[in-house]
Every structure is written in structure tokens, then in C-alpha cells.
């Protein structure tokens, strides 16, 4: 009996991993996508199953982004999305910019098989001065849900989140969402940013400097 429980759950674990397509049936892209002052960041192909980066392959995010998988039993599966039949997935989205304060955040994300677990859901803003805030995760859009008879289902939901109410300069970014048990498969995310240029300290201190200047030119 138990060879065959486990050749169930082989054969259920091939086709969920097999299956499951990388990408977004729905991406909820912002308006402001592509304007000056932001970037785009999209992961649709892993090649990092657990405790390393995943760098975005598409937008310009560069090494600004990382996706990582923090629950240790994950594999890349053929269809290069994360998957674990083991544990639940425990999904992390590091942003990290200089000079900037964020002021807007988009986060779309895509699954499949077993889905996640929405309470446990964080987004922090971490701000130059090193202070940070937890900001409500509870309001999100679910954009396309489709069944997968005896798998679970494959779900598209984005986050946005305005952090101009923030006083201090918001410059790091982390989004941390988990499965509610094995099975389910990281299909995509991605993450839009918008923000405002700060100038560094020194640009401050040269910008001072030329006022300075400007103030003795005139007395001549």
C-alpha cells in the first residue's frame, strides 16, 4: 500500500512540476511603467532553488532585485519555475537602491498548485536613516485563477503599495510571501518601482560650495 501512495505522489509531483508554466496569464503592469525615475524587474525562469539570488531576466532591475527561496527542499523544475514537494515555499523580494527616495511599488505574483498563505504575507520599507515600516498586505488583486484538477490552482495577485506618506527616504525594499504546505511552484514576479533622486551627500556638499561661490561672485 505504501509503494503505492508513493508512486502517487511521484507521479502527482512529475505533473504539477512538469506542468506548471512559467510567466503571467495576467500581469497587472502599472501606469507609470517605463516613465523616468523607475524600474522593472521581472523573473519568470530561476535558476537558484534555494538560499541564493535570482536575478531579473527582463526590465531594468539589474542587481538592484533579488527573488530568493528560503525553504531548502526546492527544486528548479523543467519548466524553470521554483518547486517543492516537500516543504512549503518561502519566497523573498529584496529591492536595494542608493540616492532614491521609493515612492510607489507594484508586485505581481504568480503560483501554481497549492497556494499561498495571504496572512502571512510582509512588505517592509526600509529607509535610509535605518527606520522601517511594515506597510498592510491585506489589500490585493487577484487577477487570474484557473483550477488544476487534483493540483490546486494557478493564481496571478499583485500588491501595490504609495510610500509618499513615508517621511525619511525610503531605499530598500523587502516582500516575503510563503505556500501554505508543499506543492506549490513559483511560476513568476515581478516588481515595479518609482522614485525621486537624492542627491548624495557629497553632490549636497559641492552644491553648497557652488552656492557659497555664487554668493562671493556677486559681492565683487
Known amino acids: ?3 503505492v501512495l508513493s508512486l502517487v505522489a511521484l507521479t502527482a509531483t512529475t505533473a504539477l512540476a512538469s506542468t506548471a508554466m512559467a510567466g503571467f496569464a495576467n500581469e497587472d503592469a502599472p501606469a507609470w511603467r517605463g516613465d523616468a525615475n523607475t524600474m522593472y524587474g521581472l523573473w519568470d525562469t530561476f535558476s537558484q532553488a534555494n538560499f ?3 536575478f531579473a531576466e527582463a526590465g531594468n532591475m539589474g542587481f538592484a532585485g533579488e527573488v530568493y527561496n528560503f525553504s531548502g527542499t526546492a527544486i528548479i523544475a523543467g519548466s524553470g519555475n521554483i518547486y517543492d514537494a516537500q516543504s512549503a515555499l518561502n519566497i523573498h523580494n529584496y529591492i536595494s537602491l ?5 515612492t510607489d511599488v507594484m508586485i505581481n505574483v504568480s503560483t501554481a498548485g497549492s497556494g499561498p498563505d495571504f496572512e502571512s504575507v510582509l512588505f517592509q520599507a526600509v529607509s535610509s536613516d535605518g527606520s522601517s ?3 498592510d498586505t491585506s489589500d490585493y ?3 487570474f485563477q484557473q483550477d488544476i484538477p487534483g493540483f490546486g490552482s494557478t493564481l496571478n495577485m499583485s500588491w501595490s503599495f504609495d510610500l509618499s506618506g513615508i517621511d525619511s527616504d525610503v531605499t530598500t525594499l523587502a516582500f516575503i ?3 501554505t504546505g508543499p506543492h506549490m511552484s513559483l511560476d513568476a ?3 515595479d518601482v518609482a ?3 537624492v542627491p548624495a551627500p557629497g553632490a549636497l556638499a559641492l552644491l553648497g560650495l557652488a552656492g557659497l561661490a555664487g554668493r562671493r561672485r556677486r559681492r565683487h
Do not use: C, W, Y
Request: charge should be neutral; glycine fraction near 4%; charged fraction near 15%.
Open 1 to 3: 500500500m505504501s509503494r
Open 133 to 135: 515600516q511594515f506597510l
Open 195 to 197: 522614485f525621486a533622486v
Open 141 to 143: 488583486s487577484m487577477n
Open 177 to 179: 510571501i510563503k505556500g
Open 189 to 191: 514576479i515581478s516588481t
Open 52 to 54: 541564493a539570488p535570482n
Open 98 to 102: 542608493e540616492n532614491v527616495d521609493i
